[in-house]
T-cell receptor, first 116, second 111 residues
Framework: EAQVTQNPRYLITVTGKKLTVTCSQNMNHEYMSWYRQDPGLGLRQIYYSMNVEVTDKGDVPEGYKVSRKEKRNFPLILESPSPNQTSLYFC???????????????FGNGTRLTVT | DQQVKQNSPSLSVQEGRISILNCDYTNSMFDYFLWYKKYPAEGPTFLISISSIKDKNEDGRFTVFLNKSAKHLSLHIVPSQPGDSAVYFCAAPYNTDKLIFGTGTRLQVFP
């Protein structure tokens, strides 16, 4: 089954404790991206990757890191989480760089993070 | 700068009636637009798209209309069903780097 898999689904942590949210896709997609969803703000892009070893900042990259060592994996790293990073996070992938409406984003089921 | 806007945070419609969800945008260079549907505890899923060179695209009960002069698009669901109850996001691609999403409209279809 073609899918984007995120883990964990739920995470509660304390300020400053490093964490990683994993993301993996099995569709051989080149493009991957992380979004966060907050009430009244919709989905905002954190980081994206055009291909292996190519990553770039989105609209809200502060406090986050990513890596793309393999095509299928795109982990999101919070080196020192803070309460304002409490949010619902989505990983997504697409076949080719969003150049066509025939290549929509496929999303994972989300990770709800709470930082206390 | 919210380039894609959904001004109605919620909409309630009776089963069998038409649901109309609206979206406005500011960037006339968007090549296409998409609608995503999101159920609780799930990620958004692609619903329907429309190219900027068209003014209508239909897929079963779902039709998207694009009015370029007004920079407005709308999603029509006819007839509405309880299973359509979800949050709907409109989105547009920016520079092939990202999709810009609206803030979403929560649709509730009641019997």
């Amino acid at each position: 089954e073609a899918q984007v898999t995120q883990n964990p689904r739920y995470l509660i942590t304390v300020t400053g404790k490093k964490l990683t949210v994993t993301c993996s896709q099995n569709m051989n997609h080149e493009y991957m991206s992380w979004y966060r969803q907050d009430p009244g703000l919709g989905l905002r892009q954190i980081y994206y990757s055009m291909n292996v070893e190519v990553t770039d900042k989105g609209d809200v990259p502060e406090g986050y890191k990513v890596s793309r060592k393999e095509k299928r994996n795109f982990p999101l790293i919070l080196e020192s989480p803070s309460p304002n990073q409490t949010s619902l996070y989505f990983c997504a992938s697409s076949l080719d760089l969003l150049s066509s409406y025939n290549s929509p984003l496929h999303f994972g089921n989300g990770t709800r993070l709470t930082v206390t | 700068d919210q380039q894609v806007k959904q001004n109605s945070p919620s909409l309630s419609v009776q089963e069998g009636r038409i649901s109309i969800l609206n979206c406005d945008y500011t960037n006339s260079m968007f090549d296409y637009f998409l609608w995503y549907k999101k159920y609780p505890a799930e990620g958004p899923t692609f619903l329907i798209s429309i190219s900027s060179i068209k003014d209508k695209n239909e897929d079963g009960r779902f039709t998207v209309f694009l009015n370029k002069s007004a920079k407005h698009l709308s999603l029509h669901i006819v007839p509405s069903q309880p299973g359509d109850s979800a949050v709907y996001f409109c989105a547009a691609p920016y520079n092939t780097d990202k999709l810009i999403f609206g803030t979403g409209t929560r649709l509730q279809v009641f019997p």
